[in-house]
């Protein structure tokens, strides 16, 4: 294809679900948008596949009560383009040990979770109850704090309105606890602690490491109050959906057009090149959902980048390998606990001191002999997934941080099968088809998920809020003017939520306000400028 050159106010970079909520946001502020995907379609990690004839998979991402309450992809009322979301009779199950004889549930019904508690250790439903009326309290200041760039204002001075500072002062101290001690404080039995912990695994803290109680509260909250939702038919009606709010606001969708290169005059972002020969000339603002590394390295000339930020990016982690197994199966699954089988998601594997054995394995370099992992009944959530009666079926779990070689992902996939067997016994019996999604294969989709990286780098303290992606700002902007973070690289990071993208895309309108803008534009670059002045002790 020959070269095409034309201008636009904005291009995106990318068409993972981040892309596209920028897209839309850009294009209903009545920009020009043109959006820019390698692959053959959109949704990044929000794509879904008939692998098997019948049956639907969802390739990546599956559960999505991040979604469900992120007010950005409730703003862009997706119902309209054709989203519904599709609940299992239950949350998600945890299988107890020693051999999963029973589970521990989360219900729709915070009552009937707490019974539950209670039948394993009394005053355990009670102390959940509890857990879930602070929720009720401080969910909506905490979730604005936690989906706003830095510095947060309004939902820290909402939270200290609503529960006072002595209150504040307590939470704080709660959301740093490693999960296991969060666990210890709040119940007496294995139950509660297991809601806690198998919720903080969906990131790649270590659970006797902070911040791992407050993503397991996170998850587990928010599980309780708006079910862990898949999309009807797949996820990627959630990105067909996005895309076709995105088109509808006047966004211009290009599939099959990967950027090979982003121009910069005079420290501003001018153009994009694509590898199949197309240029955009740009008049305002690119937004990039790619990788950290990626859009430093690979996309920007070397000299555009300050060399401290180059040297920032030496030190930045991807999150811990995934190997991902999906099984189309002939029945329902046959759980050793009856009281799984109407759950739609699962943690399966460990204890809690068992999760801390196996973290140790992937932080030492060992492919676990006994796998924790995160399952999906698809079929059971969502009965658009599979023929009456079957079960689309979906996990994944990690391979040892820096292990990504296929004979690894091979061994570590049967003993994720060998796991299954021991808790469901005559679950290989049920299966017609298997796919496996090796380290490699997930970032030969997606070079986002690096290395096979699920959060487009770890969720670690040390990378998050103002270390996201490296020491900076915690916000969209970056030291190119005009170019905008808005992967999930960028704060608040992974998860299927919007909000990067919508950080993104609000700083970019923000810059180009009538009297405003220019005097944002002036403070954000002087800071980022102080940022990566070139330190001289590195020199
Ligand atoms: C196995 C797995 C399971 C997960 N499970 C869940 C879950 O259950 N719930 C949840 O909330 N989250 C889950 N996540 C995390 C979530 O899916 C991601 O954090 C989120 O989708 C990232 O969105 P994104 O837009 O930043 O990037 P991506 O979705 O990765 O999209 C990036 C897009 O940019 C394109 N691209 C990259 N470089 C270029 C380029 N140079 N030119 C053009 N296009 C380019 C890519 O092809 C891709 O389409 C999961 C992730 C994985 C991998």
């Given at each position: 294809?020959?070269s095409t050159v034309r201008t636009v106010d904005a291009v995106v970079v990318g068409g993972g679900h981040h892309g596209l909520v920028a897209a839309a946001v850009l294009a209903d502020a009545g920009w020009d948008v043109c959006l820019l995907e390698a692959s053959d379609g959109v949704g990044g990690a929000v794509r879904s596949a008939e692998l098997h004839p019948g049956f639907v998979t969802d390739l990546y991402s599956a559960f999505h009560p991040l979604a469900v309450a992120s007010p950005i992809l409730r703003a862009l009322e997706l119902d309209?383009?054709?989203?519904?979301?599709?609940?299992?009779?239950?949350?998600?199950?945890?299988?107890?040990?020693?051999?999963?004889?029973?589970?521990?549930?989360?219900?729709?019904?915070?009552?009937?979770?707490?019974?539950?508690?209670?039948?394993?250790?009394?005053?355990?439903?009670?102390?959940?109850?509890?857990?879930?009326?602070?929720?009720?309290?401080?969910?909506?200041?905490?979730?604005?704090?936690?989906?706003?760039?830095?510095?947060?204002?309004?939902?820290?001075?909402?939270?200290?309105?609503?529960?006072?500072?002595?209150?504040?002062?307590?939470?704080?101290?709660?959301?740093?606890?490693?999960?296991?001690?969060?666990g210890e404080e709040l119940f007496h039995g294995e139950g509660g602690r297991l809601l806690l912990a198998g919720n903080a695994m969906h990131a790649d803290i270590p659970p006797l490491a902070p911040p791992s109680g407050a993503f397991g509260w996170l998850l587990a909250m928010l599980g309780?109050?708006?079910?862990?939702?898949?999309?009807?038919?797949?996820?990627?009606?959630?990105?067909?959906?996005?895309?076709?709010?995105?088109?509808?606001?006047?966004?211009?969708?290009?599939?099959?057009?990967?950027?090979?290169?982003?121009?910069?005059?005079?420290?501003?972002?001018?153009?994009?090149?694509?590898?199949?020969?197309?240029?955009?000339?740009?008049?305002?603002?690119?937004?990039?959902?790619?990788?950290?590394?990626?859009?430093?390295?690979?996309?920007?000339?070397?000299?555009?980048?300050?060399?401290?930020?180059?040297?920032?990016?030496?030190?930045?982690?991807?999150?811990?390998?995934?190997?991902?197994?999906?099984?189309?199966?002939?029945?329902?699954?046959?759980?050793?606990?009856?009281?799984?089988?109407?759950?739609?998601?699962?943690?399966?594997?460990?204890?809690?001191?068992?999760?801390?054995?196996?973290?140790?394995?992937?932080?030492?370099?060992?492919?676990?002999?006994?796998?924790?992992?995160?399952?999906?009944?698809?079929?059971?959530?969502?009965?658009?997934?599979?023929?009456?009666?079957?079960?689309?079926?979906?996990?994944?779990?990690?391979?040892?941080?820096?292990?990504?070689?296929?004979?690894?992902?091979?061994?570590?996939?049967?003993?994720?099968?060998?796991?299954?067997?021991?808790?469901?016994?005559?679950?290989?019996?049920?299966?017609?088809?298997?796919?496996?999604?090796?380290?490699?294969?997930?970032?030969?989709?997606?070079?986002?998920?690096?290395?096979?990286?699920?959060?487009?780098?770890?969720?670690?303290?040390?990378?998050?809020?103002?270390?996201?992606?490296?020491?900076?700002?915690?916000?969209?902007?970056?030291?190119?003017?005009?170019?905008?973070?808005?992967?999930?690289?960028?704060?608040?990071?992974?998860?299927?939520?919007?909000?990067?993208?919508?950080?993104?895309?609000?700083?970019?309108?923000?810059?180009?306000?009538?009297?405003?803008?220019?005097?944002?534009?002036?403070?954000?670059?002087?800071?980022?400028?102080?940022?990566?002045?070139?330190?001289?002790?590195?020199?």
């Amino acid at each position: 294809m020959g070269s095409t050159v034309r201008t636009v106010d904005a291009v995106v970079v990318g068409g993972g679900h981040h892309g596209l909520v920028a897209a839309a946001v850009l294009a209903d502020a009545g920009w020009d948008v043109c959006l820019l995907e390698a692959s053959d379609g959109v949704g990044g990690a929000v794509r879904s596949a008939e692998l098997h004839p019948g049956f639907v998979t969802d390739l990546y991402s599956a559960f999505h009560p991040l979604a469900v309450a992120s007010p950005i992809l409730r703003a862009l009322e997706l119902d309209r383009h054709g989203l519904r979301w599709a609940h299992a009779p239950s949350v998600l199950a945890h299988p107890l040990p020693p051999d999963g004889q029973r589970a521990v549930v989360m219900h729709r019904d915070p009552e009937k979770t707490a019974a539950g508690l209670d039948e394993e250790a009394p005053g355990d439903g009670e102390a959940w109850l509890r857990l879930c009326r602070q929720w009720d309290a401080v969910s909506e200041p905490v979730l604005r704090t936690l989906f706003t760039s830095f510095p947060p204002v309004r939902g820290p001075v909402d939270l200290l309105r609503r529960i006072g500072t002595a209150d504040a002062l307590r939470l704080a101290r709660f959301l740093a606890l490693p999960v296991t001690r969060m666990g210890e404080e709040l119940f007496h039995g294995e139950g509660g602690r297991l809601l806690l912990a198998g919720n903080a695994m969906h990131a790649d803290i270590p659970p006797l490491a902070p911040p791992s109680g407050a993503f397991g509260w996170l998850l587990a909250m928010l599980g309780q109050e708006h079910g862990f939702p898949t999309p009807a038919g797949g996820v990627g009606e959630l990105a067909v959906a996005l895309a076709r709010r995105a088109a509808a606001a006047g966004a211009e969708i290009c599939t099959g057009q990967r950027v090979e290169r982003i121009d910069v005059r005079g420290g501003r972002v001018v153009a994009v090149h694509t590898a199949a020969g197309l240029s955009l000339k740009v008049r305002r603002a690119v937004v990039a959902d790619v990788s950290a590394p990626a859009l430093y390295g690979d996309l920007l000339p070397p000299d555009a980048v300050p060399p401290r930020l180059h040297r920032d990016l030496e030190r930045f982690e991807w999150d811990t390998p995934v190997l991902k197994v999906n099984w189309a199966l002939d029945g329902l699954i046959p759980w050793r606990a009856t009281e799984a089988t109407g759950a739609g998601t699962l943690h399966v594997g460990a204890d809690v001191a068992g999760l801390v054995r196996w973290d140790t394995d992937l932080e030492t370099g060992v492919v676990p002999e006994r796998p924790f992992m995160l399952f999906g009944q698809m079929s059971t959530a969502d009965p658009a997934r599979s023929p009456a009666g079957t079960e689309s079926a979906w996990a994944y779990t990690h391979l040892p941080r820096g292990v990504t070689d296929a004979a690894s992902a091979d061994l570590l996939a049967e003993r994720v099968d060998a796991v299954l067997e021991a808790h469901a016994p005559g679950f290989g019996d049920r299966v017609l088809a298997r796919f496996v999604q090796r380290p490699s294969d997930l970032q030969d989709a997606d070079p986002n998920l690096g290395g096979g990286a699920v959060n487009g780098g770890t969720a670690q303290l040390f990378q998050q809020f103002v270390f996201r992606p490296v020491p900076g700002l915690g916000r969209a902007e970056t030291p190119v003017g005009g170019l905008y973070l808005g992967s999930a690289a960028a704060h608040p990071g992974g998860g299927v939520h919007g909000v990067c993208g919508w950080l993104a895309a609000r700083a970019a309108l923000g810059e180009h306000r009538r009297l405003a803008g220019p005097v944002r534009r002036r403070i954000t670059s002087a800071a980022l400028e102080l940022l990566y002045r070139d330190d001289r002790s590195a020199r």
